[in-house]
T-cell receptor
Framework: NAGVTQTPKFQVLKTGQSMTLQCAQD?????MSWYRQDPGMGLRLIHY???????DQGEVPNGYNVSRSTTEDFPLRLLSAAPSQTSVYFC????????????FGEGSRLTVL | GNSVTQMEGPVTLSEEAFLTINCTYT??????LFWYVQYPGEGLQLLLK?????DKGSNKGFEATYRKETTSFHLEKGSVQVSDSAVYFC??????????FGKGTRLHILP
């Protein structure tokens, strides 16, 4: 009954460090996406994928990379972290891109000092 | 491009009061519309959705009607409970495969 699993739940980085937020889903969903949640800004789409080998940019893609080598996994990479990337990150998946219900992970809280 | 605008919060109501949270959208074509709810410390979960004009989504006493003429999808509940305290997000999905969220409305229900 796992659904969407994100790791780690909490992370503190120094400016310039790199890291990867992991996301895995066990529902065989083709569509996966990453959002960041900031106070007063709601959720903003970073990157999304409609299937293995296919990724595309969302509203705020700068500073983030993604890849989709399998249906199950959709990692989000920060190559050189900046304080502006301090946020709560949510991974979500759906069985139907664009019009289907999104299933969310529990979130990853990232602080960049 | 697509966008969603929802009323600013926080909204504070007494238990059993009537709730309305306004949501309007801008989109090309015929988007699907959603309301998601986020309880403290959790991810978002779908509350209700509507996929075409005049559809009414409903769940747990909440309702919203897809109004294409006013480009709106307002969330309503006739009698709120303390357990409804949460953050509510209006969202839009379209053929471009991007699901876009509003900024969220925090709801506090007082006993």
């Amino acid at each position: 009954n796992a659904g969407v699993t994100q790791t780690p739940k909490f992370q503190v980085l120094k400016t310039g460090q790199s890291m990867t937020l992991q996301c895995a889903q066990d529902m065989n969903h083709e569509y996966m996406s990453w959002y960041r949640q900031d106070p007063g800004m709601g959720l903003r789409l970073i990157h999304y994928s409609v299937g293995a080998g296919i990724t595309d940019q969302g509203e705020v893609p700068n500073g983030y990379n993604v890849s989709r080598s399998t249906t199950e996994d959709f990692p989000l990479r920060l190559l050189s972290a900046a304080p502006s990337q301090t946020s709560v990150y949510f991974c979500a998946s759906s069985g139907l891109a664009g019009t289907g219900e999104l299933f969310f992970g529990e979130g990853s809280r990232l602080t960049v000092l | 491009g697509n966008s969603v605008t929802q009323m600013e919060g926080p909204v504070t109501l007494s238990e059993e009061a009537f709730l309305t949270i306004n949501c309007t959208y801008t989109a090309t074509g015929y988007p699907s519309l959603f309301w998601y709810v986020q309880y403290p410390g959790e991810g978002l979960q779908l509350l209700l959705k509507a996929t075409k004009a005049d559809d009414k989504g409903s769940n747990k006493g909440f309702e919203a009607t897809y109004r294409k003429e006013t480009t709106s999808f307002h969330l309503e509940k006739g009698s709120v409970q303390v357990s409804d305290s949460a953050v509510y997000f209006c969202a839009l999905g379209n053929r471009d495969d991007k699901i876009i969220f509003g900024k969220g409305t925090r709801l506090h229900i007082l006993p």
